[in-house]
T-cell receptor, first 111, second 115 residues
Framework: GQNIDQPTEMTATEGAIVQINCTYQTSGFNGLFWYQQHAGEAPTFLSYNVLDGLEEKGRFSSFLSRSKGYSYLLLKELQMKDSASYLCAVPLAGNNRKLIWGLGTSLAVNP | NAGVTQTPKFQVLKTGQSMTLQCAQDMNHEYMSWYRQDPGMGLRLIHYSVGAGITDQGEVPNGYNVSRSTTEDFPLRLLSAAPSQTSVYFC??????????????FGPGTRLTVT
């Protein structure tokens, strides 16, 4: 089967750096997504990684290690508006039409 | 572009009632899907469609029907509402059903309560 694990909650301070981890188990890997979801709103796309390494996109970076079944989202220069839930998702093995989602990590940024 | 739109935003039903949640997208996307999101359960796929006239089941299809008569619209029907269907429902679309790397665009959600 497939499984995704993320920490439930994290707190950080405005201006700091935070790393949100995601581990996954899948029989066939076809990339990993990160989405951001503010309370009461819809998820919005942050990144997609399919190759090992770090991809940077402004203040947000996403890292993937396929051999370890591990990814992280790195948020730099934290702002209050970064307080949100961060969702990790992978396509179902053998079926590109279905995504399996983690439960999300709720990040609280404090002043 | 309006993106993905959903109506209604809020709905309260009594057990046994039926209703249709509407979803539309104006981006000419092939792939559309319905999710429900519950505390402690994450996003779970209900049904999806890879084009007009083609639908398939997700993880939790029981109690729900879908149809896709046009590229733009993908309504979700609750046949006989149950309290277990109290949830937030999101519709999402993706440009190409075969391109897994593409981002999904989500609608604003429908908050459904079944009493």
């Amino acid at each position: 089967g497939q499984n995704i694990d993320q920490p439930t909650e994290m707190t950080a301070t405005e201006g700091a750096i935070v790393q949100i981890n995601c581990t996954y188990q899948t029989s066939g890997f076809n990339g990993l997504f990160w989405y951001q979801q503010h309370a009461g709103e819809a998820p919005t796309f942050l990144s997609y990684n399919v190759l090992d390494g770090l991809e940077e996109k402004g203040r947000f970076s996403s890292f993937l290690s396929r051999s370890k079944g591990y990814s992280y989202l790195l948020l730099k220069e934290l702002q209050m508006k970064d307080s949100a839930s961060y969702l990790c998702a992978v396509p179902l093995a053998g079926n590109n039409r279905k995504l399996i989602w983690g439960l999300g990590t709720s990040l609280a940024v404090n002043p | 572009n309006a993106g993905v739109t959903q109506t209604p935003k809020f709905q309260v039903l009594k057990t046994g009632q039926s209703m249709t949640l509407q979803c539309a997208q104006d981006m000419n996307h092939e792939y559309m899907s319905w999710y429900r999101q519950d505390p402690g359960m994450g996003l779970r796929l209900i049904h999806y469609s890879v084009g007009a006239g083609i639908t398939d089941q997700g993880e939790v299809p029981n109690g729900y029907n879908v149809s896709r008569s046009t590229t733009e619209d993908f309504p979700l029907r609750l046949l006989s509402a149950a309290p277990s269907q109290t949830s937030v429902y999101f519709c999402a679309s993706r440009a190409n059903w075969g391109e897994v790397r593409l981002e999904q665009y989500f609608g604003p959600g429908t908050r459904l309560t079944v009493t």
